[in-house]
């Protein structure tokens, strides 16, 4: 099965290689809605590896398939014409989609150069106050530094009419982070990855309502009961945040 894969990914065009896999992978176990694939596993991905994580079909991982059905349970998109979003480190199987919304204005930003369709650093954006209307920011935030410089210039550049959907791995308790890990390895163990600077805990909406942001928390179980999460590929200890300027009328 897997030279069969490797295969296909090297032989055929994109709409085929897809329609393909969804029937090699098909199954009634669980379903992916960014791909709208029915399939018969999740594959593991991580370190350590979790189990049910990864689609077959389409890449997305577990918060990818939060997003995608809290964004459309909410209408968090395409509510007036011309929509201005920006979507921060873009991740491929959630630019698909967000490209694709009618109406909807889609920027891509990245602190590093030639990785986005912008230039950007999140806690020093160049974009004018009061000018977005949409901003996804899924596990971006634990990479940054100044964390808190990052969700005020969220606040500021929003319109008073606009919303950031925001996601970071977060766990319970209370935020950790120590300047003094900078060795990769124990901050693999200490934040989750390498490359993270702090593991958000339950005081996240505390640091956005700090920065100016009201919040509304969407969790996993909000949407639906065990069956639906693990149908889904869903992790139980998961939320989408979507924050609003609080000094909106």
Same mark, same amino acid.
């Given at each position: 099965m897997a030279s069969l894969v490797l295969q296909l990914k090297r032989r055929l065009p994109?709409?085929?290689?897809?329609?393909?896999?969804?029937?090699?992978? #098909? =199954?009634? #176990?669980?379903h992916c809605p960014c791909c709208g694939s029915n399939l018969r596993r999740l594959v593991p991905h991580g370190r350590p590896p979790r189990a049910h994580a990864r689609c077959e079909v389409c890449g997305a991982l577990e918060r990818h398939r939060l997003a995608r059905l809290v964004i459309e349970r909410e209408g968090l998109? =395409?509510?007036?014409? =011309?929509?201005?979003?920006?979507?921060?480190?873009?991740?491929?199987?959630?630019?698909?989609?967000l490209t694709t919304v009618p109406g909807l204005r889609y920027v891509s930003a990245d602190i590093v150069p030639g990785r986005a369709m912008e230039t950007q650093?999140?806690?020093?954006?160049?974009?004018?106050? @009061?000018?977005?209307? &949409?901003?996804?920011?899924?596990?971006?935030? $634990?990479?940054?530094?100044? @964390?808190?410089?990052?969700m005020y210039e969220i606040a500021r550049v929003l319109k008073p009419t606009g919303r950031a959907i925001l996601m970071v791995p977060q766990r319970s308790g209370p935020t950790y982070e120590d300047a003094s890990i900078v060795d990769p390895e124990a901050r693999h163990w200490a934040f989750g990855r390498?490359?993270?600077?702090?593991?958000?805990g339950d005081d996240f909406e505390h640091r956005l309502r700090a920065a100016g942001l009201e919040?509304?928390?969407?969790?996993?179980?909000?949407? =639906?009961d065990e069956a639906f999460r693990v149908r889904h590929g869903?992790? $139980?200890? $998961?939320?989408?945040? &979507?924050?609003?300027? #609080?000094? #909106?009328?």
């Open positions: 994109e709409p085929l290689k897809r329609s393909v896999k969804q029937a090699l992978f #098909a =199954g009634t #176990a669980h998109l =395409g509510r007036t014409p =011309g929509e201005v979003l920006y979507h921060f480190a873009p991740e491929p199987v959630m630019a698909e989609y650093n999140l806690c020093e954006l160049t974009l004018a106050d @009061d000018s977005v209307d &949409v901003i996804f920011c899924s596990h971006v935030l $634990e990479h940054v530094p100044d @964390d808190a410089a990052a390498f490359d993270h600077l702090r593991f958000y919040v509304k928390t969407i969790a996993t179980e909000d949407l =639906g869903l992790l $139980e200890y $998961e939320r989408v945040f &979507v924050a609003t300027p #609080a000094n #909106a009328a």
